[in-house]
């Protein structure tokens, strides 16, 4: 993990929201500022043209002007004559290079120019078969002064003719409007034009992004005692925030009445806050009296539980992925990091992602996969989660979603010897769609331009030639869009070009398994210099282990005194005892975990049974046997019914390893009801 500084010196950077379309940080600071980041800058022309470059000369990309006596500090490449033959153009005074090749130097924007690996190596220009600088080749310059240049060979000679222009980057950072009094979080409408900030005082507001001083927004409502995160169901017209406040509550707010309505009281100092997508359950993070927690309620009964405790003053939360497996948090001073807690687990786990970032951090955006960006006291920060892992000189088939191919063993992921890596699984196969990573960066420039993906599951390998898409950043329209990547054909794709700008840097393939067998897969990627089989020059392979069938989840009987009590029955004698015939299972061996649950009356609940898998050799564990299990299983004890005259639903959560690379996959679960009325 690497962190980099965007931008310091702010004034209490907290809530955000990451527009993706736009690659557009939107945030608050507690300073009464609402501001933005873009995360590739506008480019401005400081210098242009064409002209010979002498040998043995330097020049200066900022200014456009060449060296006439040796010395000097302001220059940013030497055409160095090493002999009447050997030649290289050298990087100097702090400036960095990279060479492109025969790209188009007309297309080749101060976007894809920021996106570039500069670096402190030479070009070879030699008069012989190794010269890279030939006419029409394109390298790009990072300027001792911090700008941007692209240069074009024109004609190759001991004095040599280029061409290049040189972008100053405009200021990524932006304030929007400011007399807030001290904002807390902003969420932005799905049309990108208009947003809701919290104020501290009490207040949710509605602003026009593009008229967003203080003075011009609209009251939604107030009256609040420090509201903090907003979650937005725009589609029903609703905001949902929590105060921070002992006691404090949730409240969802009509968006056009600014009525309020109390979800939840008693709350304790909530700061944080998501919902779930069926709106069933709200995630809250707590700067509680017994230390930090998250909790969970869901909003139907109001039934409440801690999901994780023991936190450092945890923040703003935020979703790890479309299927809510985790939620990414941060924790304050004195901790100061973010973490992840993972929901697929039968008891919620966590990891640790980022140690040691800026102080006091308050919001974690998703930006990509492997891509955080960072709210923090006065800084934004940007965390590379794989920029220690993925490496240009690395191999050419990088692996699947999160999972380096090293890290997978007979098919199985395992990352666990690695234990500060954010993504912590343990004899994981694989399923659904899978993001298969290359290395572009090395492949293109070992000469490859194209490459083929190919499978074999056992029935002979085949091609599947699957169509996906992701998003490239165009200049001519200065946003994201999204970009087909079908097959030619012949089944070539495209190797990435350097100075091409994409959301997911190293994606390869979105590889659909649903239609191959379980078990062992072979994946193979082979690279071409043309669109010729003829012209391979490397084959990679991997395998993997598949899993695309689902755990089973049923709670076939409940027992009571050891006699079937049916669905919606009604138990009015003998003891409170109780016992479970349940199925937890997973036919293919690869369950991770189930849950059993009771929940009754006021907000109560308890666990019945549960287990998890333990790591074995042979990684296969399929749970309870086909027929269901009793549980709780002697010699334990029997479920003891704490309330004797209530109605009682059973949950059975269900989950296998299974994962997609970036998350686990397959849930599966049961309920069942019945009435205790015991004297």
Known sequence: MTTQTLVSGLGGAIGSHYLADRNRLIFVEFNGKLARYDLVGTGQIISSGQTILEGTRRFDF?????????????????????????????????????????????????????????????????????????????????????????????????????????????????????????????????????????????????????????SHAAMVSSGMTAPQQIFLDEARGHAYVVEYARPGRLLRINLASGSQTTLANNLDNAIGLLLTQDLRFAYISEQALGGGRII?????????????????????????????????????????????????????????????????????????????????????????????????????????????????FNGYADTTGDPNYFFQVKDTPFGGTLSIMLNHTRGFAEGARYYRLFVNDGSGETEPRQTWYDYRWS???????????????????????????????????????????????????????????????????????LDNSWPIAVIDNILHDGSSVGTCGIVSSGSNNFTFDVIARDNEGHLKSWQLTAMWGDNQSGGVASESYTPVPNRLWVGTPAGGAIVPAPPAAPWHATNRRCAHTFYLNVWDRVIDGYNFIHHATYHKSITIMLP
């Open 62 to 214: 900022d200014t456009g002007t060449q060296s006439t006596v040796p010395g000097g500090t302001n220059w940013d490449v030497f055409w160095h004559m090493h002999t009447s033959v050997e030649r290289s153009m050298d990087p100097v005074h702090g400036a960095q290079i990279v060479y492109l090749g025969g790209i188009s130097y007309t297309n080749l924007s101060a976007a894809e120019l920021q996106a570039l690996t500069y670096g402190g190596a030479p070009i070879n220009g030699s008069n012989n078969s190794s010269n890279l600088l030939t006419n029409g080749a394109v390298f790009a310059v990072r300027t001792n002064q911090g700008n941007y240049a692209k240069v074009q060979v024109v004609h190759y000679d001991r004095d040599i003719t280029i061409r290049w222009r040189t972008y100053h980057i405009l200021p990524q950072y932006q304030v929007l409007g400011s007399g807030y009094t001290q904002p807390e979080d902003v969420v932005v409408e799905a049309d990108g034009l208009h947003a809701y900030v919290t104020e501290r005082s009490g207040n949710l507001l509605r602003v026009n992004l593009g008229n967003a001083n203080r």
């Open 296 to 408: 969970r309620i869901e909003l139907n009964t109001g039934h409440r539980e801690t999901v994780i405790s023991g936190l450092v003053n945890p923040f703003f939360l935020t979703w790890t992925d479309a299927g809510e497996s985790g939620i990414l948090t941060t924790e304050r001073d004195p901790a100061n990091r973010v973490i992840l807690i993972d929901l697929s687990q039968a008891t919620a786990g966590q990891q640790t992602i980022a140690n040691a970032v800026p102080f006091r951090p308050s919001s974690v955006a998703v930006a990509a996969a492997n891509r955080l960006l960072l709210c923090s006291n006065s800084e934004l920060s940007q965390l590379d989660l794989t920029g220690s892992v993925f490496t240009p000189a690395g191999p050419m088939l990088l692996g699947v979603g999160h999972v380096p191919v090293d890290r997978i």
């Open 475 to 545: 200049t001519s329209t200065n946003q994201f869009e999204l970009q087909t990547r079908a097959a030619s054909p012949s089944g070539y794709y495209p190797v990435r070009q350097p100075n091409e700008l994409w959301y997911n840097h190293w994606l390869g393939y979105r590889l659909n398994t649903n239609g191959l067998h379980n078990g062992l897969c072979t994946v193979r990627v082979a690279f071409y210099t043309a669109m010729s089989s003829g012209s391979q020059i490397s084959s990679h392979t991997m395998q993997l282990r």
